[in-house]
């Protein structure tokens, strides 16, 4: 944004969240290579909170500007794609050489890919993610690591398992699949009493058993997608308007930024 001076500048407060996640996200991979795979999935999980504050703080400070959005999509793919492909790959992907480290880099592509479509594609329903969110499924990746890391199980036992995983995940992420986007939930409206209940009863769960809570939440979130998927193609339920077209299907079909006219650009 232009200051009043013909220089310009950066906001930083927005900005410290988006480098504390950064931070983070390089801390899970220089663990990973230390073998500390228990600090490392704390490191990805603590760079989503740090994204999940960063937007936040921009919009109810009124500092979002194009520089932190194109900040934030680079240190995502450092936290949610680079991150959790090579703490998986460390611990689990090595012992199978070339495929291994394929599948890990099909991983961080498909995160490139996702944010690359997220920033340049309006969407039609706010309530849903076209895709799997990437720092979803950088949680699923750390979670996995961080449970049976916990339970003493080898990950390079795992390594067919790992596999599938990466793929599965990096396909999901740049599906037409809608996931929930929670942003429909109204956080400043009341709410009954027994609602703050829920809320209690989750993080006394996660500080209860970190890895096998969060493992939970985030394998089910996963299967939400295609559940919500299902629904609307069968008719089972009343799912909301969710629009899945298959043209939505072609990157070469969405529109960027640069083609579209300065007033329908979508500047976050």
């Not at 999980?45 to 960063?54: E, K, V």
């Not at 594609?121 to 916990?150: E, L």
């Not at 699949?177 to 956080?187: A, E, Q």
Request: a negative charge; aromatic letters at 14%.
């Amino acid at each position: 944004m232009a200051l009043t001076s013909s220089r310009k500048g950066v906001y930083i407060l927005p900005n410290l969240f988006t480098t504390a996640g950064l931070f983070f996200g390089f801390y899970a991979i220089v663990q990973a290579t230390k073998g500390q795979f228990e600090h490392a999935a704390i490191g990805i999980f603590i760079a989503m909170i740090m994204d999940g504050l960063d937007g936040r703080v921009a919009r109810m400070t009124n500092t979002a500007s194009e520089f932190g959005k194109e900040y934030d999509s680079l240190a995502d793919v450092i936290a949610f794609g680079l991150a959790p492909a090579l703490v998986i790959y460390e611990w689990s992907l090595l012992v199978s050489g070339k495929f291994g480290w394929l599948c890990a880099f099909f991983y961080v592509a498909m995160t490139a890919l996702r944010l690359a479509r997220f920033n340049t594609q309006d969407s039609k329903d706010k309530r849903y993610f076209q895709g799997m969110p990437c720092p979803a499924a950088a949680a699923c990746v750390a979670a996995w690591v961080w449970t049976f890391y916990s339970f003493g199980i080898s990950g390079r036992s795992l390594d067919i398992a790992s596999l599938v995983l990466m793929l599965i995940l990096g396909s999901v992420m740049v599906s037409n699949i809608p996931f929930k986007s929670f942003k429909d939930l109204d956080l400043k409206g009341r709410v009954p009493f027994v609602a703050l209940i829920f809320p209690v009863i989750v993080l006394v769960a996660i500080s209860f058993d970190p890895p096998r809570v969060l493992f939970a939440i985030f394998f089910l979130y996963l299967v939400s997608g295609p559940a919500v998927w299902i629904m609307h193609r069968t008719g089972w339920g009343a799912v909301a308007a969710v629009d899945i077209e298959e043209d939505d299907l072609e990157f070469d079909a969405l529109e960027t930024d640069a083609d579209k006219p300065a007033d329908q650009q979508n500047l976050h």
